[in-house]
């Protein structure tokens, strides 16, 4: 499986980001995914992972409420929205898949996407 994350960048405080991560391999559909984040000297956390069809999520606490994962499995590609960007948000933003169902430790995921930077200025 290889996963190629976009969508990253430069935003002000109180803006927002999408960001994808498609999917080239196995049936993307057989892949729980997830969205991690990690600043230098910090270990990967994770921000959020969804279900191979969609319908079960999960939210890191530090981004619940304006934070949306979501899953086009037609387009292989997985998606997180984060609204009200916080400068507390920077990280590299990293997509990573697993066969199976979603889950929210980084060392149960088999593939990693290249990360995408998030810079939020204050």
């Not at 990690?38 to 990967?44: A, D, F, I, S, Y």
């Given at each position: 499986v290889q996963l190629q994350a976009s969508g990253g960048g430069l935003v002000q405080a109180g803006g927002s980001l999408r960001l994808s991560c498609a999917a080239s391999g196995p049936p993307f559909i057989s892949l729980g995914m997830g969205w991690f984040r990690?600043?230098?000297?910090?270990?990967?956390e994770s921000v959020s992972a969804v279900s191979r069809n969609g319908a079960g999520t999960n939210y890191a606490d530090s981004?619940?409420?304006r934070c949306t994962i979501s899953r086009d499995n037609a387009k292989s590609t997985v998606y997180l929205q984060?609204?009200?960007l916080k400068p507390e948000d920077?990280?590299?933003y990293?997509?990573?898949?697993?066969?199976?169902s979603r889950?929210?430790?980084a060392s149960e995921y088999d593939y990693w996407g290249q990360g995408t930077q998030v810079t939020v200025s204050s």
């Open positions: 990690q600043v230098p000297g910090k270990e990967r981004v619940k409420g984060i609204y009200s920077t990280a590299v990293y997509c990573a898949g697993r066969q199976g889950a929210t430790i």
